[in-house]
């Protein structure tokens, strides 16, 4: 149990387009989705927090705009990255929450995002 | 904030033998998580182990157990027999207990190599 899936797993858009990232729980209810980026070699920060229902929490100096968060549910949450540039290009990992009494957060296998 | 270090770019170590990955942590919280996490070559992020504060007993799942120094800020894994399928980039990570700061905070992490 607590898989946790990503769709895609890698994608290749043109400057200026935008890229959707699906996460879904596949097996639990997840309150709480995390999205994190990692750079090649580098490790994993994070970008927002997602709660089912109400607006994401964004961590210092990642832009909102830049990066649309939506929890319609307690299974699916999406990263949305706007307007992408070559710079957006990275490895997005989201994690889901299973609640009480485990609190453990499970990762997806991650996304690959190449902006040409 | 949180701070993570992990001041081991890369480990090597023969098979069979046992290796021991450094992590500090740097926090006003008195009462938190702390975690290993295993990244292999398919960057799917593994839970290794988990260490809870305010438990004293250092955590120990199967060959992999940690050495939990709170005083200190100090959270080491140690691991037994090491194998080949040891081999991957390791995390040291810190999370809030509570007050919905769930998202991980994530060290630079440690390249393991496995010496046949």
């Known amino acids: 149990g607590a898989v946790v899936s990503q769709h895609p797993s890698w994608v290749i858009c043109k400057s200026g387009t935008s890229v959707k990232i699906e996460c879904r729980s596949l097996?639990?209810?997840?309150?709480?989705m995390f999205w994190y980026r990692q750079f090649p070699k580098q490790s994993l920060m994070l970008m927002a927090t997602?709660?089912?229902?109400?607006?994401?929490?964004?961590e210092q100096g990642v832009e909102k705009d830049k990066f649309l968060i939506n929890h319609a549910s307690l299974t699916l949450s999406t990263l949305t990255v706007t307007s992408a540039h070559p710079e957006d290009s990275s490895f997005y990992i989201c994690s889901a929450k299973r609640g009480a009494p485990y609190n453990e957060q499970f990762f997806g296998p991650g996304t690959r995002l190449t902006v040409l | 904030a949180q701070t993570v270090t992990q001041s081991q770019p890369e480990m090597s170590v023969q098979e069979a033998e046992t290796v021991t990955l450094s992590c500090t942590y740097d926090?006003?919280?008195?009462?938190?998580?702390l975690f290993w996490y295993k990244q292999p070559p398919s960057r799917q992020m593994i839970l290794v182990i988990r260490q809870e504060a305010y438990k004293q007993q250092n955590a120990t799942e199967n060959r992999f157990s940690v050495n939990f120094q709170k005083a200190a800020k100090s959270f080491s894994l140690k691991i037994s027999d090491s194998q080949l399928g040891d081999a991957a980039m390791y995390f040291c990570a810190y999370r809030s207990r509570g007050g919905g700061a769930d998202g991980l905070t994530f060290g630079k992490g440690t390249h393991l190599i496995i010496q046949p």
């Open positions: 926090t006003s919280e008195s009462d938190y998580y």
């Open positions: 097996d639990f209810q997840a309150t709480t």
């Open positions: 997602s709660n089912e229902g109400s607006k994401a929490t964004y």
